[in-house]
């Protein structure tokens, strides 16, 4: 089916009911469960006029490619968000606000940087084509909705692309553990384009260089480290909070 993509989980179906019933095309429902959770799903997508469709076990496998689908899958239609970051940055009506994810490769985190991203109100995720995992079905169950409202732009350069945003008045603020200056202290209320490692070896040699500026989120207990999510969230919770007492 052309512009649809197939969704699973209890949480990405429900929230997508929820949010825009209108492009949840199908349910499929595992027809042994007959548990209370299955049928308040089934009784909320008949309330929204949903097609549910019981199948089996090995039917909902297929359809998710053996991922943990918890005995529902839904097909939803895409909508169109762009896919070059000038499209992104035309449409933008305050200082724009972006993402630059160097190397995530794990769904569950990319899902949840997406999650992050679209509450904060980001305009815009970007990610090289490699070294990159991309929007799989993992992904849109980890970040419940978000894969389908933020748009994410995969590039093939990410230091040349960077290069551009900065020509474009975008400030490049990278976060690295490394580096002298805490978040808390930058000057944030501009256009900015956080910059993030992926796991393990964090921002490339490259990429780093490529940043006007490093800054670290202070740690303040035991914890060495913290999750690219958990980051990226610090990093755009205190960008939103300087925008508004600006």
């Given at each position: 089916?052309?512009?649809?993509?197939?969704?699973?989980?209890?949480?990405?179906?429900t929230?997508?009911l929820?949010?825009?019933?209108?492009?949840?095309?199908?349910?499929?429902l595992?027809a042994a469960?007959?548990?209370?959770?299955?049928?308040?799903?089934?009784?909320?997508a008949?309330?929204?006029g949903?097609?549910?469709?019981?199948?089996?076990?090995?039917r909902?496998?297929?359809?998710?490619?053996?991922?943990?689908?918890?005995?529902?899958?839904?097909v939803?239609e895409?909508?169109?968000?762009?896919?070059h970051?000038?499209d992104v940055?035309?449409?933008v009506?305050?200082p724009?606000?972006?993402?630059?994810?160097?190397?995530?490769?794990d769904?569950?985190?990319?899902?949840?940087c997406l999650r992050?991203a679209d509450a904060?109100?980001?305009?815009?995720?970007?990610a090289?084509?490699d070294?990159?995992?991309?929007?799989?079905?993992?992904?849109s169950?980890v970040?419940?909705?978000?894969?389908?409202?933020?748009p994410?732009i995969?590039?093939?350069?990410l230091?040349?692309?960077?290069?551009?945003?900065?020509?474009?008045?975008?400030?490049?603020?990278?976060?690295?553990?490394r580096?002298?200056q805490?978040?808390?202290r930058?000057r944030?209320?501009?256009?900015?384009?956080?910059?993030?490692?992926?796991?393990?070896?964090?921002?490339?040699?490259?990429?780093?260089?490529?940043c006007?500026?490093?800054?670290?989120i202070?740690?303040?207990?035991s914890?060495?480290?913290l999750n690219?999510s958990?980051s990226a969230?610090?990093?755009l919770?205190?960008?939103?909070?300087?925008?508004?007492?600006?």
């Amino acid at each position: 089916m052309p512009n649809t993509r197939v969704i699973h989980g209890f949480h990405a179906v429900t929230s997508r009911l929820r949010q825009n019933p209108a492009s949840v095309k199908e349910l499929y429902l595992d027809a042994a469960r007959e548990d209370r959770r299955a049928r308040v799903l089934a009784q909320s997508a008949e309330s929204r006029g949903t097609r549910i469709v019981r199948v089996d076990e090995k039917r909902l496998d297929g359809l998710t490619h053996h991922a943990r689908h918890q005995g529902v899958a839904a097909v939803v239609e895409v909508a169109a968000l762009p896919t070059h970051i000038e499209d992104v940055l035309e449409g933008v009506q305050e200082p724009p606000l972006l993402l630059i994810l160097d190397g995530v490769t794990d769904p569950h985190n990319l899902g949840a940087c997406l999650r992050v991203a679209d509450a904060m109100g980001v305009h815009a995720v970007i990610a090289p084509k490699d070294r990159a995992v991309g929007i799989t079905a993992v992904v849109s169950k980890v970040a419940s909705g978000a894969a389908e409202t933020v748009p994410y732009i995969p590039v093939t350069n990410l230091a040349r692309s960077m290069r551009d945003l900065k020509a474009r008045g975008i400030w490049l603020m990278g976060a690295d553990e490394r580096a002298e200056q805490d978040v808390y202290r930058a000057r944030l209320s501009g256009p900015v384009a956080w910059v993030l490692g992926g796991e393990g070896e964090g921002m490339r040699r490259l990429t780093r260089e490529e940043c006007d500026e490093l800054v670290r989120i202070p740690m303040l207990g035991s914890v060495e480290s913290l999750n690219v999510s958990v980051s990226a969230g610090i990093c755009l919770a205190e960008t939103r909070r300087q925008r508004q007492a600006a």
